[in-house]
């Protein structure tokens, strides 16, 4: 069976924020020292300490935007220890993550100079926790106050005379969880006094960021849009994709076909959160001023046998590549309310989308999602209806295709189709409208995997890599295409 659709191409319905395609990066495990951090003495290629072949590969899927330090490391960590000669820097215990030594040798210059090089914007995190007010204050005084003050003149000491530009701050994170365990009334509270401080500097203004909810925590919203929606640019929600159970939540390969399907089910739910939270936000700012921003998100497994469970470590296979095809078009539907989102993490931990190993580095199947997506960065969303489908396996339904469609500068149209089943091909038609009288040309590239856990490995690394697609047909202002099992495509529609 085709299943059909139409593409309004000259319905442009808002602009896809690039900072959705962010990244989050936290001090836990090998995400920061080894994966990012290798120190200027090291014999891995950096530029003053940080991995050359990381940034590259970041800089090609043009990362918009980075979250750090943390996720729950935020709100232990006390930005003073991470300045100054890094030979005399305090060295504590990561107690959430693993139990391991900080050693602080990646701080607040180090971040800033990771963004220089990436030439991504920075998303710093406050630490609400365990910190105080006067230490967010002057975390934020240290970055971008211009004129003479204590923080400018220590960060001057510290051989930065300008200071940075930073828009985004967060207040806490988690502080219903890691972050203090706090209830939503209290938080409010504590979220009002601690953003009182965080200032604008000269011409730098920061959008302030409140913690927002866990998953399907409604009431959390409700109550942080009620209490502090006037102090806040942006609400935060965390989701991850966990298959199982979270004291038993499945391997990252050698899973089951069940696991399949419930991972992509799982991974859906995503379209539901947005929405039941937007309405909740949509009471107290019909006018869409406050963003919401999905700053932890992706698939969360049973670490690799043999790593430190507390490293969070896991492969990445074509299944979370087509999870990140699904959850990114569920982030271009909501793209008026989602402004900013942080896949976790960007190395090593999670749904990775860089692995390493010592000097060896892999290019995960989420990595090319991102990399065939980027050509909706900051592109014009495009009304697209399409029959979704069904794809049934044991008694339960999926839809078995999900597409997104955007318009980008140059007038080229770029349509990215997930085809969920692993069983079967799925074909589709859509009714290009909107382009009369221009003569369309078209190319395509997909990735797919020949097994559902389909993977890269360090002895090979290019298993799972994006293919030219040409199973596609233009005929009379109708474009079908056969999508494989298993896969993600991007088309792109050139006029002239
Ligand atoms: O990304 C791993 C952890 O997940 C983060 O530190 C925390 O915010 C969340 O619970």
Known sequence: MTLKGVLNADLGQGTINRNIYGHFSEHLGRCIYEGIWVGEDSPIPNTNGIRSDVVEALKNIKIPV?????GCFADEYHWKDGIGP?????????THWGGVVENNHFGTHEFMELCRQLECEPYINGNVGSGTVQEMSEWVEYLTFGGESPMSQQRAQNGREEPWKVTYFGVGNENWGCGGNMRPEYYADVYRRYQTYVRNYGGNKIHRIACGPNSDD???TEVLMREAARFMDSLTLHYYTVPGEWQNKGPATGFAEREWF?????ALHMDELITRHSVIMDKYDPERRIGLIVDEWGTWYDVEPGTNPGFLYQQSTIRDALVAGLTLNIFHKHHKRVRMANIAQTVNVLQAVILTEGEKMLLTPTYHVF??????QDAEFLDLTLDAGSFNFDGEELPAVSATASRDSEGKIHISLCNLSHLAPTEVALDIRG????KLSVTGTTLTGDKIDAHNTFAVPDNVKPQPFSGFALQDGRLAATLP????TTLELTAG
């Open 66 to 70: 980075l979250r750090w330090p943390g």
């Open 86 to 94: 890094r030979a005399g820097r305090k060295r504590m215990v990561n």
């Open 218 to 220: 409604y009431n959390w």
């Open 262 to 266: 419930t991972t992509l089910r799982k």
């Open 371 to 376: 990399d065939m997506y980027k050509v909706h």
């Open 435 to 438: 382009v009369a009288g221009q």
């Open 485 to 488: 099992p298993m896969s993600v």
